[in-house]
Protein backbone atom coordinates (compact mmCIF):
# COMPACT_ATOMS: atom_id res chain seq x y z
CA UNK A 1 0.00 0.00 0.00
CA UNK A 2 1.82 3.42 -0.71
CA UNK A 3 2.47 5.63 1.40
CA UNK A 4 1.62 8.57 -0.70
CA UNK A 5 -1.29 10.88 -0.37
CA UNK A 6 -4.17 10.64 -3.33
CA UNK A 7 -3.49 12.81 -5.99
CA UNK A 8 -5.90 15.35 -5.68
CA UNK A 9 -8.52 15.56 -8.54
CA UNK A 10 -8.94 18.87 -10.44
CA UNK A 11 -12.97 19.85 -10.38
CA UNK A 12 -14.73 22.40 -12.13
CA UNK A 13 -15.46 25.00 -9.00
CA UNK A 14 -19.12 24.88 -8.07
CA UNK A 15 -20.86 27.99 -7.13
CA UNK A 16 -21.96 27.71 -3.49
CA UNK A 17 -25.72 28.79 -2.05
CA UNK A 18 -26.66 32.63 -2.71
CA UNK A 19 -26.05 33.02 1.14
CA UNK A 20 -22.41 31.77 0.90
CA UNK A 21 -22.19 33.91 -1.62
CA UNK A 22 -22.87 36.89 0.34
CA UNK A 23 -20.76 36.21 2.83
CA UNK A 24 -17.56 35.26 0.82
CA UNK A 25 -18.34 38.65 -0.18
CA UNK A 26 -17.79 40.21 2.78
CA UNK A 27 -14.70 38.33 3.20
CA UNK A 28 -15.14 35.13 4.53
CA UNK A 29 -13.47 31.73 3.64
CA UNK A 30 -10.92 33.25 0.76
CA UNK A 31 -10.44 29.64 -0.89
CA UNK A 32 -14.29 29.48 -1.39
CA UNK A 33 -14.60 32.91 -2.73
CA UNK A 34 -11.71 32.28 -4.90
CA UNK A 35 -13.47 29.25 -6.44
CA UNK A 36 -16.52 31.56 -6.59
CA UNK A 37 -15.51 34.01 -8.36
CA UNK A 38 -13.82 31.65 -10.64
CA UNK A 39 -17.25 29.65 -11.19
CA UNK A 40 -18.96 33.43 -11.37
CA UNK A 41 -16.93 34.88 -14.27
CA UNK A 42 -17.45 31.85 -16.22
CA UNK A 43 -21.14 31.29 -16.22
CA UNK A 44 -20.88 34.61 -16.92
CA UNK A 45 -19.12 34.50 -20.22
CA UNK A 46 -18.86 30.95 -21.65
CA UNK A 47 -22.31 30.86 -20.99
CA UNK A 48 -24.63 27.23 -20.70
CA UNK A 49 -22.30 24.20 -22.16
CA UNK A 50 -24.33 22.11 -19.86
CA UNK A 51 -27.62 21.61 -17.83
CA UNK A 52 -25.22 22.57 -14.81
CA UNK A 53 -24.03 25.44 -16.43
CA UNK A 54 -27.32 26.78 -17.41
CA UNK A 55 -28.23 26.40 -13.22
CA UNK A 56 -25.00 28.58 -12.13
CA UNK A 57 -25.38 30.82 -14.59
CA UNK A 58 -28.99 31.26 -13.89
CA UNK A 59 -28.27 31.48 -10.23
CA UNK A 60 -25.38 34.16 -10.97
CA UNK A 61 -27.91 36.42 -13.16
CA UNK A 62 -30.45 36.41 -10.73
CA UNK A 63 -28.53 37.13 -7.67
CA UNK A 64 -26.83 40.19 -9.49
CA UNK A 65 -30.66 40.95 -10.33
CA UNK A 66 -31.92 40.54 -7.12
CA UNK A 67 -28.69 41.74 -4.44
CA UNK A 68 -27.18 44.28 -7.54
CA UNK A 69 -24.39 43.54 -9.74
CA UNK A 70 -21.63 44.67 -6.79
CA UNK A 71 -22.72 41.49 -4.51
CA UNK A 72 -21.13 39.58 -7.76
CA UNK A 73 -18.29 41.99 -8.73
CA UNK A 74 -17.23 42.20 -4.86
CA UNK A 75 -15.60 38.72 -5.11
CA UNK A 76 -13.76 39.52 -8.38
CA UNK A 77 -12.00 42.33 -6.38
CA UNK A 78 -8.87 40.36 -5.16
CA UNK A 79 -8.13 38.56 -8.38
CA UNK A 80 -5.35 39.05 -10.43
CA UNK A 81 -5.94 40.74 -13.36
CA UNK A 82 -4.63 38.06 -15.63
CA UNK A 83 -7.83 35.55 -15.28
CA UNK A 84 -10.97 35.89 -15.66
CA UNK A 85 -12.07 37.20 -12.76
CA UNK A 86 -9.51 40.01 -12.63
CA UNK A 87 -10.61 40.89 -16.30
CA UNK A 88 -14.51 41.34 -15.19
CA UNK A 89 -13.53 43.32 -12.35
CA UNK A 90 -11.79 45.72 -14.26
CA UNK A 91 -14.51 45.71 -16.92
CA UNK A 92 -17.38 46.41 -13.65
CA UNK A 93 -14.92 49.20 -12.19
CA UNK A 94 -15.27 50.83 -15.53
CA UNK A 95 -19.10 50.51 -16.44
CA UNK A 96 -19.47 51.80 -12.92
CA UNK A 97 -17.38 54.89 -13.46
CA UNK A 98 -18.86 55.75 -16.86
CA UNK A 99 -22.51 55.44 -15.34
CA UNK A 100 -21.66 57.65 -12.25
CA UNK A 101 -19.81 60.50 -14.15
CA UNK A 102 -21.55 60.25 -17.85
CA UNK A 103 -20.55 64.27 -18.36
CA UNK A 104 -16.69 64.14 -17.68
CA UNK A 105 -16.55 60.64 -19.11
CA UNK A 106 -17.87 61.69 -22.34
CA UNK A 107 -15.94 65.45 -22.05
CA UNK A 108 -12.59 62.99 -21.48
CA UNK A 109 -13.35 61.18 -24.37
CA UNK A 110 -14.24 63.58 -27.15
CA UNK A 111 -10.94 65.19 -25.69
CA UNK A 112 -9.04 62.33 -26.55
CA UNK A 113 -10.66 61.27 -30.00
CA UNK A 114 -9.06 65.00 -31.08
CA UNK A 115 -5.83 63.94 -29.98
CA UNK A 116 -5.74 60.01 -30.28
CA UNK A 117 -6.19 59.29 -34.09
CA UNK A 118 -2.92 57.16 -33.92
CA UNK A 119 -3.15 55.47 -30.67
CA UNK A 120 -6.55 54.27 -31.55
CA UNK A 121 -4.76 51.99 -34.46
CA UNK A 122 -2.18 51.34 -32.40
CA UNK A 123 -4.49 49.70 -29.88
CA UNK A 124 -6.36 47.60 -32.41
CA UNK A 125 -9.59 49.15 -32.74
CA UNK A 126 -10.33 51.90 -35.61
CA UNK A 127 -13.82 53.19 -33.89
CA UNK A 128 -13.36 52.58 -29.99
CA UNK A 129 -16.73 53.16 -28.52
CA UNK A 130 -17.92 55.77 -26.89
CA UNK A 131 -19.13 56.09 -23.12
CA UNK A 132 -22.91 55.23 -23.64
CA UNK A 133 -21.88 52.09 -26.23
CA UNK A 134 -19.05 50.71 -23.37
CA UNK A 135 -21.14 50.71 -20.99
CA UNK A 136 -24.39 48.83 -22.86
CA UNK A 137 -21.66 46.40 -24.19
CA UNK A 138 -20.44 45.95 -20.97
CA UNK A 139 -23.84 45.65 -19.23
CA UNK A 140 -24.41 42.73 -22.15
CA UNK A 141 -20.89 40.67 -20.70
CA UNK A 142 -21.54 41.62 -16.69
CA UNK A 143 -24.96 40.22 -16.90
CA UNK A 144 -24.34 37.23 -19.05
CA UNK A 145 -26.16 38.04 -21.97
CA UNK A 146 -23.03 39.19 -24.17
CA UNK A 147 -22.55 37.55 -28.04
CA UNK A 148 -19.38 37.27 -30.07
CA UNK A 149 -16.04 37.35 -29.52
CA UNK A 150 -14.76 38.37 -26.11
CA UNK A 151 -12.21 39.59 -26.84
CA UNK A 152 -13.07 42.00 -28.72
CA UNK A 153 -14.81 43.26 -25.98
CA UNK A 154 -11.81 43.43 -23.69
CA UNK A 155 -9.86 45.19 -26.34
CA UNK A 156 -12.68 47.73 -27.44
CA UNK A 157 -12.48 48.61 -23.80
CA UNK A 158 -9.07 48.87 -23.45
CA UNK A 159 -9.47 50.68 -26.60
CA UNK A 160 -11.70 53.34 -24.42
CA UNK A 161 -9.61 53.89 -21.48
CA UNK A 162 -6.54 55.04 -23.88
CA UNK A 163 -8.78 57.34 -25.32
CA UNK A 164 -9.97 58.52 -21.99
CA UNK A 165 -6.77 58.74 -20.84
CA UNK A 166 -5.16 60.68 -23.74
CA UNK A 167 -8.34 63.19 -23.21
CA UNK A 168 -7.83 63.26 -19.08
CA UNK A 169 -4.23 64.34 -19.62
CA UNK A 170 -4.86 67.01 -21.63
CA UNK A 171 -7.36 68.32 -19.16
CA UNK A 172 -5.03 68.08 -16.92
CA UNK A 173 -2.55 70.58 -19.11
CA UNK A 174 -5.00 73.05 -19.26
CA UNK A 175 -3.92 76.15 -17.74
CA UNK A 176 -7.20 76.39 -16.03
CA UNK A 177 -6.99 72.86 -14.46
CA UNK A 178 -3.40 73.66 -13.86
CA UNK A 179 -3.81 76.56 -11.98
CA UNK A 180 -4.98 74.14 -9.24
CA UNK A 181 -1.94 72.02 -8.88
CA UNK A 182 -3.72 68.86 -6.77
CA UNK A 183 -6.08 69.03 -9.60
CA UNK A 184 -3.77 68.84 -12.49
CA UNK A 185 -2.01 66.01 -10.93
CA UNK A 186 -4.90 64.23 -9.70
CA UNK A 187 -5.48 64.07 -13.16
CA UNK A 188 -2.53 63.17 -14.45
CA UNK A 189 -2.34 60.07 -11.87
CA UNK A 190 -5.03 58.61 -12.91
CA UNK A 191 -4.88 59.26 -16.88
CA UNK A 192 -1.47 57.01 -15.94
CA UNK A 193 -4.02 53.97 -14.17
CA UNK A 194 -6.23 54.58 -16.50
CA UNK A 195 -3.71 53.69 -19.46
CA UNK A 196 -2.42 50.73 -16.87
CA UNK A 197 -6.02 49.01 -16.81
CA UNK A 198 -6.15 49.43 -20.90
CA UNK A 199 -2.81 47.50 -20.85
CA UNK A 200 -4.25 45.36 -18.48
CA UNK A 201 -7.30 44.67 -20.69
CA UNK A 202 -5.03 44.20 -24.02
CA UNK A 203 -3.26 41.35 -22.16
CA UNK A 204 -6.19 39.28 -20.69
CA UNK A 205 -7.73 39.80 -24.71
CA UNK A 206 -4.66 38.07 -25.85
CA UNK A 207 -4.66 35.36 -23.32
CA UNK A 208 -8.38 34.79 -23.93
CA UNK A 209 -7.31 33.93 -27.52
CA UNK A 210 -4.77 31.89 -26.99
CA UNK A 211 -7.23 29.88 -24.29
CA UNK A 212 -5.12 30.76 -21.27
CA UNK A 213 -7.44 33.45 -19.45
CA UNK A 214 -9.45 31.30 -16.69
Do not use: K, N
Request: glycine share 8%; hydrophobic share 45%.
Amino acid sequence: MSDQPPARRHHRPALPGDDAILAMAGGIDPQAREEAAHAAASALVHGARSAADAEVTRRVVRLAQDEGLEVIAELWSDAPADSLAGALWRLYVLRTWVQRAPRSVADQFAEGRRHAPVMEVVAGVADPPGPAEVAAVLDAVLTGVAEGDFAVTLERAAAFCRVVAIGRAHHADDPRVADAEDDASGLTRSAARLLRTAEQLESAGRRWRDGELG
